[in-house]
């Protein structure tokens, strides 16, 4: 864009390095904030310094928070013996939504992927040790997604993890509620089979 | 999002009132950025504030620019006489990317939608006047988009200059290159029928 001024031309090639967005959405948002009042370009920068200034990430499990500990791992009434493992701070958010969870959770802040140069140094797993002797854990779920480079770190994670008296479980694979059979891939329908359950 | 920091919701929030961009993928693009390095959310947050504090309008055609002129209006070797009128600065550069008009344009920085109440006073109509009469503008292409909105806005155009000696025209409408006719709509291939041109 060779006609705009440059601190469009910026704002818009950092933009663009965000995930899922390409650099025609970003010149899009750009001059949708430009059309907007100027406080909202100011809120957002400042929602940016705040972002660097006042989120932290807990020293148990790496979640975000505001203090040294997040609000799970501080609450008296999870369930302190059973850690569910995650990739991603989105990730806890999926379980948390399902109300069905009591536990504590320990977020990897990534996962394994070579090609990439991510490799076990990357992720917080000396913490996840750390916490499974010192709370005297008894089952760690783990909870990385069920692609190829998530099934690796829980393949990875279930090693790392062998030498502790903890229980090791993985997320169930199988056809998701309310699919439709025709849709889905012979991969899962395969561990589908693989895992049925009797019934009755 | 109950159990994350107040400076993160505030950010998820803000980000999800930018057009395409819902909670989900706002909330995405904020654990993205706390996954980066402190210097990324830093810089986003300086070009926020390099937005609001060199980013300007031409005080002519209120093209984005960092003086009062853009360099559109300053450059000597553009015509002068015929000006294409467009609804936002992503139109005018769309033009720009054909290299093939070598006039000045004006942009009207919205689109006529009494629903929305948006009527005349919001557009930038009267500056567009002033040019026409003092640059002694000879064409003026209204270059509105092909929705119900910016074909009232280029009707509303018209009656506005119809008082002004300038020549008006309405870019074409039609079936686009490379369009399959079997896809286009019946209103599209109404129009690229009552348009048609004779052949050699």
């Known amino acids: 864009m060779p006609v705009v001024p ?3 031309e910026k704002l818009v090639t950092q933009l663009a390095r965000l995930p899922g967005i390409g ?3 970003a010149a899009r948002l750009v001059f949708h904030i430009l059309s907007e009042p100027e406080t909202y370009a100011r809120q957002l920068a400042r929602s940016f310094e705040d972002l660097i200034e006042h989120v932290r990430f807990c020293s148990d499990c790496h979640m975000v928070c505001d203090g040294e500990f997040c609000g799970i791992c501080r609450n008296g009434s999870r369930e302190r ?3 569910c493992v995650v990739e991603r701070v989105q990730d806890l958010l999926a379980f948390e939504r399902t109300n069905a969870y009591r536990g504590l959770y320990h977020v ?3 996962v394994l992927a070579p090609i990439k140069g991510v490799g076990p140094d990357k992720l ?3 913490s996840l040790l750390t916490r ?3 709370d005297e854990v008894q089952e760690v779920i783990l909870a990385t997604s069920t692609d190829v480079e998530g099934e690796a770190t829980a393949l990875y994670l279930a090693r790392y993890l062998a030498s502790t008296s903890v229980t090791l479980s993985r ?3 199988g056809v ?5 059979l025709e849709y889905i891939d012979p991969n899962t329908l395969t561990r589908a089979l693989d895992g049925r359950t009797v019934m009755g």
Chains 1, 2 share one sequence.
């Open 6 to 8: 440059t601190a469009v």
């Open 23 to 25: 650099e025609r959405m």
């Open 81 to 83: 013996d059973v850690i």
């Open 108 to 110: 990897l802040h990534g």
């Open 124 to 126: 917080h797993l000396p």
């Open 132 to 134: 499974i002797e010192r």
């Open 171 to 173: 997320i169930a694979t």
């Open 176 to 180: 998701p509620l309310g699919g439709e």
